[in-house]
Nanobody
Framework: QVQLVESGGGLVQAGRSLRLSCAVS????????MGWFRQAPGKEREFVAA????????RYGDSVKGRFAISRDNARNTVFLQMNSLKPEDTAVYYC????????????????????WGQGTQVTVSS
């Protein structure tokens, strides 16, 4: 059974940084493109970042470009989201997601592109 477990969320002041992690088990991690999404109360789930299974391609949502960075460690079956210069509008539940794909460069930016999801971790940014 595939499991995706996020960690690293919490309460932080605006301008500070957080690093989220997502550990994957039950599947060959290198066969996954990985993504991060977030959902604030009353809003739709929003694309944040994606990284291809080969680590060649990365993609970011417009609202986080230049502040967030996605990376992966295939030896540790883990994907990371480094979040810098956090803003109150970054407050949301953050979800990691996996997309089993044979395409090494694939980086979907839509929820339907992912078949496996974690439970989410809360990030709260205070002003």
């Amino acid at each position: 059974q595939v499991q995706l477990v996020e960690s690293g969320g919490g309460l932080v002041q605006a301008g500070r940084s957080l690093r989220l992690s997502c550990a994957v088990s039950g599947r060959t991690f290198s066969s996954y493109a990985m993504g991060w999404f977030r959902q604030a109360p009353g809003k739709e789930r929003e694309f944040v970042a994606a990284i291809s299974r080969s680590d060649v391609n990365k993609r970011y949502g417009d609202s986080v470009k230049g502040r967030f960075a996605i990376s992966r460690d295939n030896a540790r079956n883990t994907v990371f989201l480094q979040m810098n210069s956090l803003k109150p509008e970054d407050t949301a539940v953050y979800y990691c997601a996996g997309s089993a794909t044979p395409i090494y460069s694939y980086t979907p930016d839509f929820t339907a592109g992912y078949g496996d999801w974690g439970q989410g971790t809360q990030v709260t940014v205070s002003s």
